[in-house]
């Protein structure tokens, strides 16, 4: 998709901007309040659970109705933010050109029918989302654009500048009420919003996710035993985030030994299963299991609502534990948390070497290093400090 977006992509935003200019498509200068906003969510599931807040508040000061669009890749993550992100969500299927192509076609006619009139696109970088923010023929169309984006063309009315010493939930704020700003005057502030996904459907799963987690690990019993969730995150396509493998194997061979009243279960996507699989082998505690591809992104506000905490890399898991309000310890090196922390109670480990960050939207998260020292110079005491200081509090509620 990178080698697309940059050789296929580039051109074409090339073109549909001079088409832009020679047919005189230019925003109107009366628009009437629209009824629903398109979003263009094709970025990382994370990314996506960071603009929620600003799409909530959106949705509640105009009175609007979300529409999404996304890939069938992250299809998951609307069923994990519930309500009005799970209403009405296009998929865009990249198994193969002929799959997309016939994707794309069937949502410019779905927008076109519905008449979307204002259209956000959340990809900070990619030239696929800017061309489909294009083809939604939205009149009204918002975008990232500045010195640290690549080029994308003139292909939206309304711009907004990205910081890079901006958190992004602050970025995504400005950008959902750029379209905004000549209908009314507002002002909008992003909050941390710690509101557990899907809430109300979480009782209503808590026995299937028990049923299941029981007939993979027996003796998992969170009833009696603090569960401590650790995603090693194996399956990332940027492998410069992944911390050591070795080092997850100490981590979590020293916490078991310090606290017998925990269980480690180690989580994932389907794709991790054998590498989980094998962690936990090399682990070697009957106090650990690996859950990775038994429950759906969905189910997941239910299994976090079990857990005491989670133990990541800067990855989607991190980014989902936290909207939950489950306690994260989320370790960074290739980016930085001053932009991408996740929202909520979480603790952000970051070694800050000169070299860091070296991933962005700019070089679309493609990095020459494959010595990646900054997650490396993060220690297995400095993690286990962090949990020590997490799990404080709850330790001393249990023995007042």
Do not use: K
């Amino acid at each position: 998709m990178r080698r697309l977006d940059r050789w296929i992509g580039l051109p074409l935003c090339v073109l549909a901007s001079l088409a832009l200019r020679l047919s005189g498509l230019v925003p109107q200068r009366t628009f009437a309040p629209p009824r629903r906003v398109l979003y263009v969510a094709l970025a990382e599931m994370g990314s996506i659970v960071l603009a929620a807040p600003a799409i909530r508040q959106c949705a509640r000061t105009h009175g609007v109705m979300p529409t999404f669009v996304t890939l069938a890749q992250t299809r998951g993550v609307f069923d994990f933010l519930g309500g009005e992100f799970n209403r009405e969500v296009c998929v865009l299927r990249t198994t193969s050109l002929t799959a997309l192509c016939a994707d794309l076609w069937s949502f410019c006619r779905r927008m076109r029918r519905g008449g979307i009139a204002v259209a956000v696109d959340l990809d900070p970088g990619s030239r696929f989302s800017a061309l489909v923010t294009l083809l939604s023929g939205a009149r009204r169309r918002s975008g990232f654009e500045g010195m640290a984006q690549p080029y994308r063309g003139s292909l939206y009315t309304h711009t907004v500048d990205c910081p890079l010493g901006r958190h992004m939930s602050e970025n995504f704020a400005a950008l959902v009420e750029a379209p905004f700003s000549e209908i009314e005057s507002s002002t909008t502030t992003v909050v941390d919003l710690f509101i557990p996904a899907a809430a109300s459907t979480q009782t209503a799963e808590s026995g299937s996710v028990l049923h299941r987690l029981r007939q993979r690990i027996p003796y998992c019993d969170p009833g009696r035993r603090r569960i401590v969730l650790i995603h090693a995150n194996r399956s990332d396509p940027v492998p410069q985030r992944r911390w050591p493998q070795q080092r997850y194997i100490e981590l979590c061979q020293r916490m078991l030994a310090e606290w017998p009243d925990i269980f480690v279960l180690l989580i994932g996507a389907a794709a991790e299963e054998n590498a989980a699989t094998a962690l936990c082998a090399e682990i070697d505690d009957s106090r650990c299991g690996s859950v990775a591809g038994l429950f759906s992104i969905g189910e997941l506000p239910t299994l976090f609502a079990l857990a005491t905490i989670l133990v990541s890399s800067d990855s989607g898991p991190a980014h989902f534990a936290a909207h939950a309000g489950l306690p994260v310890v989320a370790l960074f090196g290739p980016e930085t948390p001053q932009r991408y922390r996740p929202l909520g109670a979480t603790v952000t480990l970051y070694a800050g070497l000169p070299c860091s960050p070296c991933l962005s939207a700019h070089n679309q998260r493609a990095s020459s290093c494959r010595d990646p020292r900054c997650m490396q110079a993060i220690e297995v005491e400095t993690v286990l400090g962090a949990m020590r200081d997490a799990l404080a509090p709850a330790e001393r509620a249990a023995t007042a």
